[in-house]
């Protein structure tokens, strides 16, 4: 296991770089677009609420590698060209942000309901409440659950192995194919994940009692 | 709801562990894969499905078709008799020695090129089709050869797990290999731009050639690439009797009419450096 | 729309829908032994025998920390030089089962918890013993409280099969490449086509678990 190590350090390392990257940037635009989504979905209009109740249920009912495959062979046929790494952050972004829109519209409905009423009653309009009353209140009840969903995104990011992303997973398994040696290759792939995984995990499950 | 919930307890308990004990029972010590396959008229093959000429699964028939596949055939036929089977499981570059090692398959015929690191995990039948690793672009592509790649910036196909990786990091250390998990995808990756080229040996990039005539073959061969088949390390009883198969249908010309059958009608490919590998 | 009416064929179609049956076959068996298992290992964690839940909590958290495409990996490449022969189907059960037990069990252990400690005493003070109280008063219980979250991970469950493409696992998705293997101008319809398949099973299901928990909660 250390020779799998010392002897590809560079390479492991690499790999470990770009799931970290694209495990990033994924998360900050699903972020975004979760959270637009989540909005959507609470709004009175219908047809908002339809649009974003589609889009969720689109991505989250389809597999990840589906869509990552969809934006890394079919995409560059028709539309624009693009790498594996980003075929797959672009996959990973609109399938985490479903969940993430789903965490936040709870969130978001979990606050009271007085809530709005009352912040619109001293003069405040709809999305100034949203902003500065209803969103900063749902952020922190969803804050475990998100910290979840950033866990999931990290391990979901070994899709990049299947479209040439370089990240961690595809390092590793080139490497279990060049030397055979899969048993300590996959066990040091393991370790590098949690590192990653297992402290945030822990620090979530922290919060989640603490807040409870 | 609690009485449902134990019977089903008691129910899938013993299967699971059922299923967990033959699994770990099941393997062990190696047998002798000639004499299995010998009682039970049977060879287990693995071959490609995704590559066309050699192993190409026909999506009508669930079958698969093409030269190694007949090769196959033949040996089983040769070595145990008109009636004997032989049966196939797809594989890929990547699963192919896995497979081999655990034995759910007694020997490999996919397009497998002969090479010293794998000698060390497994053992080769004499060479039976004399390849060698060359260049797939889009008609009209600059690149007319292998130095062509070696240049900052350039993207290869290749599928992972195969020589022609190593390759490639020879003939054209500049360029970028891309790894894909198979030739369907590799050449998918080609289609989109993703790539200059897809590099593998010639006679599989000649089946998709054909299939996809905006594509061509260029550059010749830059490699020596002898497929064998493989068995598993300590069958060596296994390999002696597919050497001497194989000769026997070298010799009363089976061998050349499949030969012919697969690459005989393809432009640029020379029949007689595949046969004397 | 020419291309459509052949990428569509029937041949290819049924397929396909071969393809979509043993996606099925692997997610059932695999859901129904992990939730045997996930529930068995949701107790043993609640319940809190000393050092045996402990470790059993700890294995969990390493198997739910990692990726499953890593645990399909090293159960199909891995494993085996350690003696242990499997085939792709039943690699891809197992890497799934033991992914989604440790991931069940989480979801069990927290079920559990969610019910009123209250109800336990109030069980045992009508006689009943621990196992009794458990099995009669508290799972029940749990049980519905988990629907929500057992179903969306037996949705992921289905999805994640998906990933058993790579050990060549002959199911929805390696089918697909198999057809545009044959003529790449069968790419976008092949995706187009398993997504709506994948689709519908998943929304299926996430409707009847949304039924459930209007019936139940």
């Known amino acids: 296991m250390i020779q799998v190590l010392t002897n590809n350090w560079p390479t492991l390392l690499t790999g470990f770089g770009n799931t970290l990257l694209c495990s990033v940037i994924a998360l900050f635009f699903s972020l975004i677009i979760g959270s637009g989504f989540a909005i959507m979905e609470t709004l009175p209009n219908k047809l908002c609420r339809i649009i974003a109740n589609t889009y969720i249920e689109i991505f989250r009912n389809i597999p990840l590698l589906v869509i990552t495959m969809f934006f890394y062979v079919v995409v560059p046929q028709y539309v624009l060209k693009m790498s594996g790494f980003t075929a797959g952050t672009i996959g990973l972004t609109l399938y985490t942000s479903s969940f993430i829109a789903e965490t936040v519209r709870a969130g978001i409905q979990a606050v009271d309901t007085g809530q709005m009423e009352g912040a619109r009653s001293t003069g405040l309009t709809y999305w100034q409440s949203m902003r500065y009353i209803i969103l900063p209140q749902a952020f922190r009840l969803v804050i475990p659950p998100l910290g979840n969903q950033f866990i999931n995104l990290i391990k979901n990011s070994s899709v990049l192995a299947f479209v040439a992303g370089f990240d961690l997973m595809y390092q590793g398994d080139a490497l279990a194919s060049a030397t055979f040696d899969t048993f300590n290759t996959y066990l040091v792939v393991g370790v590098f994940y949690l590192i990653l995984t297992l402290p ?7 919060l989640e009692k603490k807040l409870a | 709801m609690a009485k449902w919930f134990k019977r089903m307890l008691y129910l899938l308990v013993p299967v699971f562990l059922l299923t967990l004990l033959t699994g770990c029972g099941a393997s062990k010590k190696q047998a002798d894969v000639y004499q299995s396959t010998k009682d039970a008229k ?16 026909n999506v009508k028939t669930g079958e698969i078709d093409g030269f190694d596949v007949d090769l196959a055939k033949a040996l089983t036929k040769q070595m145990y008799g008109k009636d004997a089977q032989a049966e196939f499981v797809q594989t890929t570059a990547k699963t192919k020695v896995p497979l081999l090692k655990n034995g759910n398959i007694d020997a490999v015929a996919a397009a497998m090129t002969i090479t010293d690191d794998r000698k060390k995990i497994v053992d080769f039948t004499q060479p039976y089709f004399g390849a060698g690793q060359s260049l797939l672009v889009k008609k009209g592509s600059p690149i007319k050869s292998i130095k062509d790649l070696n240049k900052n910036g350039v993207k290869v196909m290749a ?11 020879k003939y054209a250390p500049k360029a970028r290999v891309l790894e894909l998990d198979d030739y369907a995808q590799a050449f998918t990756a080609l289609k989109s731009g993703q790539g200059v080229a897809m590099t593998t040996d010639n006679g599989i990039l000649y089946g998709i050639a054909k299939e996809n005539p905006d594509y061509a073959v260029v550059g010749g061969a830059f490699t020596n690439e002898p497929y064998g088949l493989a068995v598993n390390k300590g069958q ?19 061998y050349s009419r499949l030969v012919k059958k697969w690459f005989g009608g393809i432009p640029g490919f020379d029949i007689k450096e595949v046969e004397e590998p | 729309m020419s291309i459509l009416s052949q990428a569509y064929s029937w041949i290819n179609l049924k397929f396909l829908l071969a393809g979509l049956g043993v996606t099925i076959e692997v997610s059932l068996i695999s859901i129904a032994l992990s939730f045997a298992i996930g529930l068995i290992l949701g107790i043993i964690r609640y319940v809190g025998f000393k ?17 499953l495409l890593l645990i399909i990996f090293f159960t199909y490449f891995a494993l085996p030089q350690t003696g242990l022969r499997m085939s792709a189907m039943s690699a891809a059960i197992t890497a799934l089962v033991v ?11 927290s079920g559990i918890i969610a019910v009123d400690p209250g109800q336990m005493e109030g069980a045992r003070s009508t006689g009943m013993s621990y196992w009794q109280a458990m099995q009669h008063i508290i799972l029940p219980q749990a049980l519905l409280k988990m629907i929500p979250p057992l179903v969306s991970q037996f949705i992921s469950l289905i999805k994640d099969t998906s990933l058993a493409t790579i050990i060549v696992l002959p199911e929805l998705l390696y089918r697909a490449q198999i057809i545009y293997g044959q003529d790449t101008r069968y790419m976008l319809p092949m995706y187009l086509m398993i997504a709506v398949m994948y689709f519908i099973v998943c929304y299926a299901l996430s409707l009847v678990a949304r039924r459930l928990e209007k019936r139940f909660g």
């Open chain 2, 236 to 254: 060596g009883k296994m390999r002696d009797e597919l050497n001497k198969a194989l000769n026997e249908l070298q010799a009363d010309g089976t």
């Open chain 3, 99 to 109: 992914f989604e037990s440790a991931m069940l069990a989480e979801i069990v252990r």
């Open chain 2, 42 to 57: 049977k060879i287990v093959w693995g071959v490609k499905a995704d590559t066309r000429l050699f192993g190409l699964m």
């Open chain 2, 159 to 169: 599928v992972k797990g195969t020589t022609a990786v190593d390759n490639v990091h």
């Open chain 1, 200 to 206: 945030l995990s822990y620090y979530m499950r922290h």
């Open chain 3, 51 to 67: 050092y045996v839940s402990a470790a059993v909590g700890f294995v969990i958290d390493i198997v739910r920390n990692l990726p």
